[in-house]
């Protein structure tokens, strides 16, 4: 996330204008090696089955994260994860259709590239939610490559303000 970084610490000398077109432009840059990214998709996935509170065989779906719009690396990331770890049959695109159909899971395992602020992730836990109520049984597993503590915070508050279990593994924090 280096070139965020960069962005941040020049950020007040741009307009809004230049910002948007630019973090627009940053959605479709590739930031990781392949060899970098299939080591950090295997790891989040070994991290996740070494836990005790999870099992694949309950009843488990893995989503990324929902947009109102657009493909970015995220999509490049979480397509990544599922074929590497031989997901393709716990993996769903479009969960909420699903859900409206008032199937229950145990867990859903949302996996993300980045999460700066952690908005991303608590709408897409937010849209389960208001699709189908059994969501709030469910517990939910937040993966990502990156994520700063700020999203950890805010999701971990969301997840208090809405007494629902949520778990999050970080490769970088």
Same mark, same amino acid.
């Given at each position: ?24 432009? @940053? ?8 060899? %970098? ?13 070494? @836990? ?31 074929? @590497? ?36 992730? %608590? ?51």
């Amino acid at each position: 996330m280096f070139l965020l970084r960069i962005f941040k610490l020049f950020s007040f000398l741009i307009s809004s204008e230049e910002r948007d077109v630019i973090l627009e432009l @940053l959605k479709h840059f590739q930031y990781y090696t392949n060899r %970098k990214l299939n080591n950090c998709v295997r790891e989040l996935y070994s991290q996740l089955c070494e @836990l005790q509170n999870f099992n694949l065989e309950n009843a488990t779906v893995f989503i990324p994260t929902y947009k109102e719009y657009g493909v970015g690396f995220s999509d490049l990331f979480f397509n990544m994860f599922w074929t @590497l770890n031989d997901l393709y049959d716990y993996s769903e695109k479009d969960i909420y259709s699903l859900l409206v159909e008032d199937k229950s899971f145990e867990a859903i395992v949302i996996v993300d590239d980045y999460s700066g602020t952690g908005g991303t992730v %608590k709408r897409t836990i937010r849209k389960c939610l208001e699709k189908n109520s059994n969501c709030n049984q469910t517990h939910f597993f937040v993966l990502a490559s990156e994520m700063s503590n700020t999203a950890i915070e805010r999701i971990n508050r969301f997840a208090d303000e809405n007494n629902i279990s949520v778990e999050i593994i970080a490769l970088k924090i």
